[in-house]
């Protein structure tokens, strides 16, 4: 297997596009990532999608968005993994790229989510999860993560107001990111009072669905140091899954697929988790943030709650997470929120992050989830300035 590096990254406001299409939005991700990368010859394109059928009518997108993007005869395969397709998408482009098929790949995220509002758009969401056991009985993603906030709230003690800080850090970060969908900071009182959506979780606990494309640009670790000056290798991409319901998981507040994908990525990169410098993690809900970073290991069970109560997840703490605002501020794009991670933690490692940086950043893991953990999908990426 060949290293493989990114030189290439672009993204667009994550927000309501009322007026753009998914083909424009993943194009202006895609020139934004053809120029930071100065425009290799891409001979493959893998495209991150989660509801384009249900919600934009529209599916095939490796034609449409490759004939749009000027790249007709290249081939380009929609990836689908639910919320991880982005990572999905990019995990193919790697694999493309290391296994010696292509040179250089490109790796897109698209979604368009608020065409569509109230219970078409709770259905398209439910899709998510298992049709049959959870589904027909009318549970959603926020239904189902309540009931997991709500066992691990009882099973460790845990109160409401220890899960403001991943929201208070989340809009902090977002604050202070131009591309985020939320720029407001919240403060945590102003957390436990918010309108209720699913009992325990709030208007403030939960990520806002916005539209918005994410796009990057790999190839091999030799080629990239003639075309960039800093590129960013990707020293490990893992993904694994778990039982898609939720009542049939070993343990209910275990994230399994989302445990293996980050050891296995850790065991690729040789690495541990103290050598992690930040961690972009799929905070859809808070209850996954926690479950998040006991899972990859950051924190033993019942514990993820502490490092934000401790502050140690904000950018100057021990483990920076959600350092552009995560899914809570910045926005949950669907398919392409796995490439939002990844365009985030390339900025920080390459030291060009402005406002959200965070210092001596050298190597970061992102982990994009599908639904609620049933796909796992990890990568650390690494810089060597």
Do not use: C
Request: net charge negative; aromatic share 4%; proline share 3%.
């Amino acid at each position: 297997m060949r290293d493989v590096s990114i030189v290439g990254i672009g993204q667009t406001d994550v927000g309501e596009h009322w007026e753009t299409s998914l083909r424009h939005l993943a194009f202006h991700a895609i020139q934004a990532a053809m120029e930071d990368a100065g425009r290799p010859v891409i001979e493959s394109m893998y495209i991150g999608n989660m509801l384009g059928g249900q919600l934009s009518r529209q599916l095939h997108l490796g034609p449409l968005v490759a004939d749009f993007a000027g790249m007709r005869g290249v081939e380009a395969i929609r990836v689908e993994a639910a919320d991880a397709s982005g990572a999905a998408a990019l995990r193919q482009a790697y694999l493309a790229v290391a296994s010696g098929t292509v040179d250089t790949a490109i790796a897109v995220g698209v979604e368009k989510f608020t065409d569509v509002v109230g219970s078409e758009r709770a259905a398209a969401m439910a899709s998510t999860l298992d049709a049959d056991y959870e589904g027909a009985h009318g549970a959603t993603p926020v239904t189902i993560a309540a009931l997991l906030m709500q066992r691990y709230m009882h099973e460790y003690g845990v109160d409401l107001a220890n899960f403001a800080g991943f929201s208070v850090n989340a809009h902090a970060n977002g604050a202070l990111n131009p591309h985020a969908m939320y720029r407001n900071r919240l403060k945590a009182e102003g957390f436990v009072a918010a309108p209720v959506v699913a009992p325990p979780i709030s208007l403030f606990d939960a990520a806002p669905e916005g539209d918005g494309a994410a796009a990057v640009i790999v190839t091999t670790t030799d080629l990239a140091a003639d075309l960039v000056p800093t590129p960013v290798r990707i020293a490990a991409s893992a993904a694994a899954t778990d039982a898609l319901s939720i009542h049939d998981r070993a343990k209910t507040l275990h994230l399994q697929a989302a445990s293996i994908s980050a050891q296995k990525a850790l065991d690729q990169a040789n690495v541990s988790v103290e050598d992690i410098d930040l961690f972009e993690l799929h905070d859809a809900f808070t209850i996954l943030a926690a479950l998040s970073l006991e899972a990859a290991g950051f924190a033993s069970p019942g514990e993820g709650t502490n490092l934000a109560v401790d502050n140690a997840i904000r950018r100057e703490g021990r483990l920076p997470v959600s350092t552009f605002g995560g899914l809570k501020a910045r926005g949950h794009a669907g398919g392409a929120t796995g490439l939002y991670q990844i365009v985030e933690v390339a900025l920080q490692l390459r030291g060009k992050a402005g406002d959200n940086q965070i210092a001596d950043a050298r190597l970061g893991m992102a982990q994009n989830l599908g639904g609620l953990g049933g796909t796992a999908i990890a990568h650390i990426l690494e810089v060597t300035h």
